[in-house]
């Protein structure tokens, strides 16, 4: 009997419930978060192979803006336009870090910030193709912040937020958050680097997280959620499913221990 004790004491430990310590985002575990720190980690986000970039160009008002768009060979976006459709009409960044434009050749942005290539198009322009007092206006943007969720999630896949900086927190409130089963200790962000991708640890339940350098998620990013594991274990997520595990064990194991008794 008293190893029958012991096996439902273990049943018990096991089945515990998930705790609020376990869900609740950003606590304050003693932690003293740094304001400029925070505003330090949501710095520029610098270009990386396969990023998709869409170039707009504009004059100065009076003159034909038809010209360059048919030498370039731009496109504006429609609200209608897809994401294939961005695909074909925008510029991706080769494995090399170039992006490729008739008249002005390929051109090197592995590594600048969208302000920095627009920069970078405009002095081209002015060098090769148009006069100084010719007032020019180029735009680089990314067609949205693609990231990816997976494991314990409302959605996994891909998605896109139209913004150009994203916290972690909220691409998985856009992704309908992490489930009750779901690790927040232990988020991992699967980043692309130039030397190839690489897995990151964030506990999103301590606030310290938002002075973390990977609090704020960059293009393609990959956000895996795995299961807690007590849910492995197949343990209640609330009170009264443990209960209800922990009852069941128990009515398992009597009915054992009673029927080897009568045999």
Do not use: W
């Amino acid at each position: 009997m008293k190893f029958l004790v012991s096996i439902i004491l273990c049943a018990l430990f096991l089945s515990s419930c998930i705790t609020n310590k376990d869900v609740v985002y950003l606590q304050d575990k003693g932690t003293v978060v740094d304001t400029l720190a925070i505003n330090a980690a949501a710095k520029p986000y610098r270009l990386n192979i396969n990023d998709q970039l869409k170039v707009s160009f504009k004059t100065e008002l009076g003159q034909d803006i038809q010209e360059v768009t048919k030498i370039f060979n731009v496109t504006e976006k429609e609200p209608g336009d897809t994401e294939q459709q961005l695909y074909f009409s925008g510029n991706t960044i080769d494995v090399h870090g170039n992006i490729e434009f008739p008249v002005l050749g390929k051109i090197n942005v592995l590594g600048y910030t969208l302000e920095e290539v627009e920069d970078k198009i405009k002095e081209l322009l002015y060098e090769y193709y148009f006069q100084d007092d010719v007032e020019l206006y180029v735009t680089v943007k990314l067609p949205g912040l693609k990231y990816t969720t997976l494991g314990e999630i409302g959605s996994s896949g891909p998605k896109v937020l139209y913004k150009n900086r994203v916290n972690i927190i909220e691409a998985i409130a856009n992704a309908g958050d992490i489930s009750q089963t779901g690790d927040r200790k232990d988020v991992l962000i699967v980043r692309q680097y130039p030397q190839g991708q690489k897995i990151h640890h964030i506990d999103l339940t301590d606030i310290a997280a938002m002075q973390s350098e990977f609090y704020y998620i960059k293009p393609n990013d990959i956000i895996m959620v795995k299961p807690l594991k007590r849910k492995a274990l197949g343990a209640g997520q609330t009170a009264t499913q443990t209960f209800t595990t922990i009852a069941s064990i128990f009515s398992v194991l009597v009915s054992t221990y009673f029927l080897a008794r009568n045999l």
